[in-house]
């Protein structure tokens, strides 16, 4: 079902470019190169839950573009959200604005947890993620599933 989801995304939006979790995790490590950006297009309820550890998050409904303002517009930025449907929206939306070196991460941040890769809630390593809902979560490994106040 992911690679279904990722095939609609990419489809959906041909102009986004993608980045996979793994070069993104490179890109993270690299210091001979800029530091990307990372943008958590997901609701503040979800970002509390657990994100990448430099992300910020930004409404991907009514983004703050004035945010990015003090971004050179070469810097890579790259965005993601659950899946990386909400994500490449904003992504495609960044590209409109005139900004380059955007990236939609492929898989989101299911696909960055279900592979192992560091979680925060706040500065602290977690181990879950808000499934988003009952059906997207079922993307996401049990283990990974942050419990539903």
């Known amino acids: 079902m992911f690679k279904l989801i990722k095939l609609l995304i990419r489809l959906q939006f041909p102009n986004v470019e993608e980045i996979t979790s793994k ?24 970002y509390a839950v657990s994100h990448i550890e430099t992300a910020t998050q930004i409404d991907p409904f009514t983004p703050d573009l004035a945010v ?22 904003l ?39 808000h499934p988003y809902n009952a059906i997207w979560g079922k993307l996401l490994k049990s283990s990974y599933h942050a419990q539903e106040h």
């Not at 990015?68 to 929206?89: E, F, H, M, Q, W």
């Not at 992504?91 to 925060?120: D, T, V």
């Open 23 to 46: 070069e993104l995790a490179q890109l993270l490590l690299d210091s001979a190169k800029p530091r990307p950006l990372v943008l958590d297009a997901r609701s503040q309820i979800e």
């Open 91 to 129: 992504a495609q939306q960044l590209n409109e604005a005139g900004m380059k070196c955007i990236y939609n991460l492929s898989g989101g941040i299911f696909q960055w947890a279900n592979e192992g890769r560091f979680i925060f809630r706040d500065d602290q390593h977690t181990q879950v993620v």
């Open 68 to 89: 990015l303002s003090t971004v050179p517009k070469d810097n890579p930025i790259v965005v993601y959200c659950a899946v990386g449907y909400r994500s490449a929206k």
